[in-house]
């Protein structure tokens, strides 16, 4: 199980920054062993490539958290309503 404090700066960072509107949603969840997993749906991803979607992300991520604590996030996943509505 992930750290609770850490999913929670994650999750703060992730809200605080770029995905702060309030359509937008972050979702932090447990990955394997002690790893954390993030998706993350936003109307800011229409149109991106899957490597521009990374980028936004983990742009927010190394900016803000320390190397031991990004290196927890083990699966970003970026996706906008739309994509999923289209599934």
């Known amino acids: 199980m992930a750290d609770t404090q850490l999913k929670k700066k994650v999750y703060t960072v992730l809200r ?3 995905f702060s509107d309030p359509d937008d949603a972050v979702d932090v969840s447990d990955g394997p062993d002690d790893s954390i997993h993030l998706v993350i749906f936003s109307r800011k ?3 991106r490539s899957m490597q521009e979607k990374h980028h936004m992300i ?3 991520l190394l900016r803000t958290l320390g190397t ?3 290196n927890k996030v083990s699966l970003s996943i970026g996706a906008s309503p739309e994509a999923i509505k289209a599934t």
Request: no cysteine.
């Open 16 to 18: 605080d920054g770029y």
């Open 45 to 47: 991803f229409p149109g």
């Open 68 to 70: 031991d604590e990004w």
């Open 58 to 60: 983990w742009a927010e």
